[in-house]
């Protein structure tokens, strides 16, 4: 029937990974780790995992990709105000 409106769709995740943020912005798993670290890339600890938020890591590309310490949180406040 055209025109359902009852399909499943595939939920945006608000949180992603580690693999996915590496896939997301094309590097490795080590420069990811630094970045994390320094809090150059904006990242969320849960626990002792580290999660990713998609709108953060464009936004973050869209800045530029800065790498100094810090970075991210400048990012995450400019997203989310």
Same mark, same amino acid.
């Given at each position: 029937?055209?025109?359902?409106?009852?399909?499943?769709?595939?939920?945006?995740p608000l @949180?992603?990974?580690?693999? &996915?943020a590496q =896939? $997301?912005?094309?590097?490795?798993? %080590? #420069?990811?780790?630094? @970045?994390?670290?320094?809090? &150059?890339?904006? =990242? $969320?600890?849960?626990?002792?995992? %580290? #999660?990713?938020?998609?709108?953060?890591?464009?936004?973050?590309?869209?800045?530029?990709?800065?790498?100094?310490?810090?970075?991210?949180?400048?990012?995450?406040?400019?997203?989310?105000?």
């Amino acid at each position: 029937m055209r025109g359902d409106t009852n399909t499943p769709t595939t939920p945006i995740p608000l @949180l992603i990974d580690a693999k &996915a943020a590496q =896939s $997301l912005l094309s590097i490795g798993e %080590r #420069r990811l780790w630094v @970045l994390s670290n320094c809090r &150059a890339i904006p =990242s $969320l600890k849960i626990g002792k995992s %580290r #999660r990713y938020c998609p709108d953060e890591l464009r936004a973050w590309i869209r800045a530029g990709c800065p790498t100094e310490g810090g970075a991210g949180d400048r990012v995450r406040k400019a997203v989310r105000p």
